[in-house]
């Protein structure tokens, strides 16, 4: 089940690839440089799109550390560009797709200590059912919205990704 959730999120972060290759067609057709949508926001108060995109990696990156029994990487949250959001999602993809299946075996019983409530820690399955998954999705489809709203043309399909469709 987890090799499973973390390789869902890692084909989510692959879809957001093609979010940012439509951006820059985006902003070559409209005479812009692409690297200014990496600070774009859709309110004052909410991190801009580096800030989402760093946030999705970072929980994608623990979940497969802390159900596999590791520590998780850090990285710097430095990145202002695209080509600099593309090298974080693929230090991100690399990661965790170096955690093999065999290695989530025993995660719903691994406890996992959040920086945030010292003192507490939740349990694996916890962990994945309520802060991995809403947490990456949510820093993502925040990414979909403020390409959206900077008018770069992604659609649900862009979202979905790939489907392995076969014939009825």
């Not at 390789?7 to 985006?26: G, M, P, Y």
């Not at 593309?86 to 299946?101: H, L, Q």
């Not at 947490?135 to 008018?151: C, S």
Request: charged share 20%; proline share 4%.
């Amino acid at each position: 089940m987890y090799f499973r959730i973390v390789s869902q999120c890692i084909q989510s972060l692959r879809n957001v690839e093609t979010w940012l290759d439509k951006a820059e067609h985006s902003a070559a057709a409209r005479k812009f440089d692409a690297d200014v949508l990496a600070a774009a926001r859709l309110a004052p108060d909410m991190q801009p799109l580096t800030g989402q995109l760093q946030s999705a990696c970072y929980y994608v990156v623990a979940a497969a550390a802390w159900l596999s029994g590791q520590k998780p990487p850090t990285h710097e949250d430095n990145e202002k560009s695209i080509s600099e959001l593309r090298a974080r999602i693929a230090k991100t993809i690399a990661f965790a797709e170096s955690v093999t299946k065999e290695q989530y075996k025993g995660a719903a019983s691994q406890t996992v200590s959040i920086s945030w409530k010292p003192g507490k820690i939740i349990a694996g399955e916890d962990y994945v059912v309520q802060m991995t998954i809403p947490n990456v999705y949510f820093h993502l489809v925040m990414v979909y919205a403020i390409l959206r709203h900077n008018g770069v043309d992604v659609g649900k399909m862009d979202y979905l990704g790939p489907m392995n469709f076969v014939a009825a």
